[in-house]
């Protein structure tokens, strides 16, 4: 472009790249520390599938706009961004920033190139005084700020400060804050949780992650997801279930309740249409009350590295452009395919050279011959593409709908958060436990009904501590029966040994009564089946429950049960994931036909 200027700078930071990455390349958070406007971004779709992004911004008495160029990165290497404006003092805004590992002290080296060009008079008197000089002593900063925080010499990120909230506000979130930590969730974390709200960053709020917090706050999952629960009930959180594009991952439906959530979305992002499952892209996700802190709307930065990080290489190809770009990717699962809808390609990368690829003959990447340290693109359409290497690892942090729903925690604080009557939604894998007492009749027609209810009573207390400790919950229960649900396969057979461990103490503590004939308390001997599969969530009886052959087939290995045991589906038994926890344990293999089922089923029984 006419008039184009450009200047670089180069710093040596003390920490390797894959810890400074992800503060430089996230734009967002960066923009915001920087004190740069947040601006509004329009969608426009084109006919061949792409996108054309479209943004302006107020900077002090002037209107900005400008049309977003594909930013192009790859991960921990660099990322480049170019902003084309028709309103303002610019023409162009490009940067560029390059990261590579020192290794002469073990640490990194970035460089930055800032490029601009006027647009009229005000954008030429703007790049002939200070704005390289600006720019480059703003960017010097944060980057130094990044390298502290990286290297533990800093509490955040990057110098913020946050809107200071007035008497009012302070004197009732510490009135909130003694309401959590009087429950059984505030586990201590309700001040630390508050000031966080108060104080982080605006892009740390739009969508609070509880597994996010728990890993920064080095407590169990459990914790910080009891937490965030019990805050929304107090009035310091908002719950929002999203619904996130499997593309970008990005949200682009949501609901306050799981009655109003949609069956499905748009994403204009990626111009697709998608469908919602409690296990890939529902997600709670929380954010503060406006009472406690209100959130601007506007975007600091629509398209960087950090907003979809799962995206490792993002690169922009004009018509039959072929491109070779610096960069190198771990090993691990991979989907390549472009941002329009399309073709994609899935593969396992074993690690060095990136392997070659097509998709319907159009796009190929890191395609011999080239050096191990480059990706190469070529783009053999009439139209520009953007082609994406993306790990197929779902969002680290996600808490799916299926997770929570199937949390004690959950159930008790919002037994009301149901789905609409007649609505179902597809759960991909979820593990279901039945137990039922051995000779429960007799042990009435022995003890009476009255102590009977109450040993019963308190057994449903022994069991519904277990599971939540377990990270489970108790969907409901049938008489002597109960019905429990986990997110993870391994917390449903953690938490049936334990019961059967377990439930010989508590007999020995609940047995002083004395029967109608003089003697002491019959032991309660736990019947257990355990299964695991896909099912649907519905609404039954104003609670979410379950419904489907998973259901089904767990339900009748607790019947296979001769009580004391634990009868395990040949799914759980072969999964590879609960392989450490079986191992060395006394495994029978068994086969019966089971009521409702055409042939015979293989299971296992266990003992401990």
């Known amino acids: 472009m006419r008039g184009l200027k450009a200047r670089t700078w180069q710093w040596s930071f003390k920490n390797a790249p894959a810890a400074i990455w992800p503060l430089l390349a996230d734009t967002a958070r960066f923009n915001e520390a920087a004190a740069l406007p947040r601006h509004e971004i329009t969608e426009i779709p084109r006919s061949d599938g792409s996108v054309d992004y479209f943004g302006q911004a107020k900077m002090g008495p002037l209107l900005l706009k400008w ?18 404006f028709s309103s303002g003092p610019l023409g162009q805004l490009g940067a560029r920033f390059e990261l590579s590992p020192d290794p002469a002290t073990g640490g990194a080296i970035g460089r930055y190139t800032l490029s601009a060009a006027p647009r009229n008079w005000l954008g030429r008197l703007l790049l ?158 929380f954010r503060p009350a406006a009472a406690v802190r209100a959130l601007e709307s506007g975007e600091y930065c629509l398209w960087g590295p950090m907003s979809v990080p799962h995206v490792r290489a993002q690169i922009h190809l004009a018509p039959g452009e072929r491109r070779r770009v610096p960069g190198r990717l771990a090993p691990g699962p991979y989907r390549l395919r472009t941002l329009a809808p399309g073709p994609t390609c899935d593969i396992d990368h074993a690690g060095g050279r990136f392997p070659a690829w097509t998709m319907d003959g159009e796009v190929i990447a890191a395609g011999d011959p080239g050096p191990d340290d480059s990706l190469d693109f070529e783009n053999r359409t009439p139209r520009a593409v953007i082609a994406i ?18 949390l004690q925690a959950f159930r008790d604080l919002f037994a009301d958060d149901v789905l609409r009557p007649g609505d179902e939604v597809t759960v991909g894998r979820i593990a279901l436990l039945f137990s039922d007492l051995k000779a429960s009749t007799a042990l009435y027609e022995k003890i009476g009904d009255a102590r009977a209810y109450h040993l019963v009573r308190d057994h449903f207390a022994f069991m519904a501590e277990i599971i939540r ?81 998973t259901v089904n087939m767990a339900a009748r290995l607790q019947g296979q049960s001769d009580g004391g045991e634990i009868v395990l589906s040949r799914e759980m038994v072969e999964d590879p994931v609960l392989a450490p926890h079986l191992a060395g344990l006394d495994l029978r293999p068994d086969r019966a036909v089971l009521k409702g089922f055409d042939h015979a089923t293989d299971f296992y029984r266990l003992r401990v």
């Open 128 to 285: 002939a005084t200070r704005f390289f000089a600006a720019s480059g002593a703003t960017f010097a900063r944060l980057a130094g700020e990044a390298d502290a925080f990286a290297g533990g010499a800093r509490a955040t990120p990057f110098t913020y400060s946050a809107p200071r909230p007035g008497p009012e506000t302070e004197a009732k979130v510490a009135r909130l804050v003694d309401e959590i930590e009087a429950t059984p969730n505030g586990h201590g974390l309700a001040r630390r949780l508050a000031d966080h709200l108060l104080t982080a960053q605006e892009v740390d709020l739009w969508h609070i992650r509880p597994r996010a917090l728990a890993r920064q706050w080095d407590v169990p999952e459990r914790l910080a997801i009891e937490l965030c629960l019990q805050a929304v009930k107090a009035g310091l959180l908002e719950l929002r279930w999203d619904l996130l594009c499997p593309r970008c991952r990005v949200a682009k439906a949501w609901s306050g309740g799981l009655d109003r959530l949609p069956t499905g979305a748009h994403c204009g992002s990626c111009n697709i249409d998608y469908d919602r499952d409690f296990s890939k892209n529902v997600e709670a996700s």
């Open 67 to 84: 049309q977003e160029r594909p930013v192009n990165w790859v991960s921990d290497q660099f990322f480049e961004h170019i902003r084309d």
């Open 469 to 549: 400790r377990r990270d489970g919950a108790i969907v409901k229960t049938i008489g002597d029966a109960v019905m429990a649900a986990f997110a993870r396969p391994e917390d449903g057979l953690l938490a049936a040994l334990d019961i059967q461990r377990d439930i010989g103490g508590w007999n020995a503590r609940h047995g002083s009564d004395t029967d109608r004939d003089g003697g002491g308390t019959p032991s309660v001997i736990v019947k257990l089946g355990l299964h695991q599969g896909p099912t649907i969530a519905v609404t039954l009886n104003d609670r979410l429950d379950y419904f489907g052959s």
């Open 389 to 406: 290497i993306e790990s197929r690892h779902w969002v680290e942090d996600c808490l799916t709908a299926d997770r929570l729903t199937a």
